[in-house]
């Protein structure tokens, strides 16, 4: 098997998943829009810091699941989904993945974000398989706690490493994309590491060790 693993947030997406998230909740008046939008705002530059505590983020982020409740919130994806996940979503991005498609690859997502909100995110990306936080469900409820290994940095490698042992076939072949400092060991762990309109930490690092640069909002540096 040959595996294609893209990173979502800021890579496949022009955005943060998570983060438009919070905002939409906000905005709809799901939540209280001066608190939380301020807490988002420091988790995201917390993350982009490559400094986030995944599991106090957790405990903001589920917080809505445990009090509103999963069906509430899941009618709400796909509106989420159509107001703040189509509109970031790049003919480049779209055009990487069906050339991966056309290669015969097994695509594969893998996220930080939380499984909840990013299913649908891959569902309308055509993507199959899906590695992402997975909220704790106890009794069909959920608790606001992650279940298992938070799939952040190198737990991203330990999930990945998981799902391999776990596929049908042996993988051949890896090739892996990020935008992010936080994704730097997945990187490591690919044939061929492909930094996605990088930060700058990732920018440095990829220079450095010869990792091509691409864009997926720049037509002129797209991939073809």
Known sequence: MQLAVFDLDNTLLSGDSDYLWGQFLADGGYVDADQYAHANRRFYEQYLAGELDIAEFAAFSLRPLVELGAPSLAALRP?????????????????LLERHRADGDTLLITTATSRFITEPIAELLGVEHLIATDPEV??????GRIAGTPNFQDGKCIRLRQWIEAAAAPVTHMTAYSDSRNDVPLLEMAD?????????????????????????????TAPR
């Open 79 to 95: 509106r989420f989904v159509r107001d703040k996940i189509t509109p970031i979503v790049s003919e480049q991005a779209y055009a």
């Open 138 to 143: 106890i009794d069909g409820v959920y608790t």
């Open 192 to 220: 061929v590491q492909i930094a996605v309109d990088p930060d700058p930490v990732l920018r440095d690092i990829a220079a450095a060790r010869g990792w091509p640069i691409i864009s997926l909002r720049s037509p002129s």
